[in-house]
């Protein structure tokens, strides 16, 4: 803000009166307008207008990363997974997140990250998502990989690739889901291991998801059974290097929500009666 600089008082505006100190003041937060610089009256923001002055810089901030978080998580339901949302039902698995958000700055420089395995609809995509939201809060670049696109990618690009996964390569974290479900290829699976080496190497942090058993991923890697399974089992040796495995089996999520969903409908269309 530029400082005007008077030898004479100015007259004084609506909301202002003139202090003992021969100042203006405000007279809702009762703080100066002025100082005095060498004789000379200066305009200062009491603290009303700083008020007025951050409330607007957060708001266009908080509007940067709301545009941000769209850009980052394309799917509407996983911009609004937090951790006040969690039902309590595995607090140990949201300690462990809530930790993982308040120590990332740490995790990140080690390229750690975290692997949830464990049966479908068990919560593995909201642990993920409610971290997501959280790091995008404090203006991480988070991004969600598909790992169908990294196939499709690596089939136009063979040559660059790494050039081609430059986009994902910038970010701060990455969230996988679902890995092994892809299609079982040699192309596929080298294309994938190629892109988990490459974040691997670059120190990136992955959230990621299976629902492979831990006991299905080590008997991959200890004994593969096909050539893509071999591949596979260099992706998990990967995984388990950099990322600390959080099991989630006991809760079926989404089977209750399931239930709740049917009891609502009911309840709409008047079955209960």
């Known amino acids: 803000m530029a400082i005007n600089f008077m030898k004479i008082q100015r007259e004084l505006q609506k909301n202002e009166y003139l202090g003992s100190d021969g100042l203006v003041y405000c007279s809702k937060c009762k703080t100066p307008k002025q100082m005095l610089i060498e004789g000379h009256y200066c305009h200062i923001s009491c603290k009303c207008e700083m008020e007025i002055v951050q409330a607007e810089e957060l708001e266009v901030k908080r509007k940067l990363i709301e545009s941000r978080r769209k850009d980052y998580i394309p799917v509407d339901k996983f911009r609004n997974f937090r951790f006040s949302k969690d039902d309590g039902q595995t607090p140990k698995t949201k300690l462990i997140c809530e930790r993982y958000v308040e120590k990332f700055a740490e995790m990140k420089a080690k390229g750690m990250g975290l692997l949830f395995f464990g049966d479908v609809g068990t919560g593995k995509t909201f642990y993920e998502y409610c971290i997501a939201n959280e790091l995008i809060d404090r203006e991480y670049f988070v991004k969600c990989v598909n790992l169908i696109s990294i196939i499709q990618t690596a089939q136009k690009f063979k040559e660059d690739f790494d050039t081609a996964m430059e986009q994902h390569y910038k970010s701060d974290l990455l969230i996988i889901d679902d890995i092994g479900v892809e299609r079982e290829t040699s192309f596929a699976a080298e294309a994938v ?3 988990i080496d490459g974040c691997y190497i670059r120190d990136i942090p992955i959230l990621a998801s299976t629902n492979n058993s831990i006991d299905e991923m080590k008997q991959i890697m200890e004994a593969p059974p096909s050539k893509e399974a071999f591949v596979y089992a260099r992706i998990y040796d ?4 950099r990322c600390y495995p959080i099991r989630l089996t006991k809760v079926k ?8 969903n049917q009891k609502e409908t009911e309840r709409i269309l008047g079955l209960n009666n």
Request: proline residues 0%; positive net charge.
């Open 238 to 241: 990967r995984l388990f290097e």
């Open 193 to 195: 291991y190629k892109f």
């Open 253 to 260: 999520r989404r089977v209750n929500l399931s239930q709740e």
